[in-house]
């Protein structure tokens, strides 16, 4: 389903899709060997080293209230499509993928709108595949070249597309329900402790779960808080 581009650098995979959308159909991908403006969420830097998966895709689809979960698909597929490898990555609520508690790929979903008129939504992916130190990330990180894994950037595009086309349709129509069991059985922070960052807002409690919405259940001292939107610091 996918349109294939690579490019050799790009100031980000997200920003060329976006200035290109009209041109380019849906289910457009854009992967580049070296970004030099990565961002992640809330504007961070992503930096991209040379030897790790950088791509973005172009979504297209009518405008409708499940879009939010995209991100959440997309990190349930790069999950799954690493464990064809023997790994066990988790999901740090609601995108990041880790594994062994360390950061392996991270997500920035852009809605993009025509004076306000919804046109597209694209995903940017950054995966850590071959880099030998990730050390600049800023927190615990890895790369399956450090976890043993031998493979190309293209096999883990193509396995990760794979596991997301497989579901995009369903979750379209439906929501995140779709992917509900799947993603709580890769959520590592369920029954512990954990800090939410919401803005200026820090929410300490239990994650008790994740809503058929897609949205964060914590236990805090006030009860029951659902979070739709937030950094979980631990």
Request: hydrophobic fraction near 40%.
């Amino acid at each position: 389903m996918s349109r294939l581009l690579h490019l050799d650098t790009v100031d980000s995979t997200n920003t060329y899709l976006k200035m290109h959308r009209a041109d380019l159909p849906h289910g457009t991908v854009v992967y580049a060997d070296c970004q030099t403006a990565g961002r992640g969420r809330y504007d961070r830097t992503w930096v991209s080293q040379m030897g790790g998966l950088y791509f973005s895709v172009l979504l297209k689809p009518p405008y409708n209230p499940f879009l939010a979960s995209l991100t959440q698909l997309m990190a349930l597929s790069i999950c799954r499509a690493l464990e064809t490898y023997g790994l066990s990555p988790t999901i740090k609520w609601p995108n990041d993928v880790q594994v062994n508690a360390q950061k392996i790929s991270g997500i920035l979903s852009e809605a993009v709108f025509d004076k306000s008129v919804f046109q597209a939504v694209v995903l940017g992916v950054g995966i850590n595949i071959n880099q030998n130190d990730v050390s600049h990330v800023g927190q615990p990180a890895t790369s399956l070249k450090m976890l043993g894994v031998q493979t190309t950037r293209e096999t883990v595009l193509e396995n990760v597309l794979q596991f997301f086309w497989q579901d995009y349709p369903a979750l379209c129509e439906k929501g995140f329900e779709t992917i509900h069991a799947a993603y709580i059985k890769r959520f590592a922070a369920l029954g512990t402790e954990i800090t939410v960052k919401d803005g200026e807002k820090t929410i300490f409690g239990l994650a008790e779960g994740v809503s058929p919405r897609g949205t964060l259940l914590m236990r805090t001292a006030q009860g029951q808080q659902e979070i739709y939107i937030g950094d979980v610091l631990s």
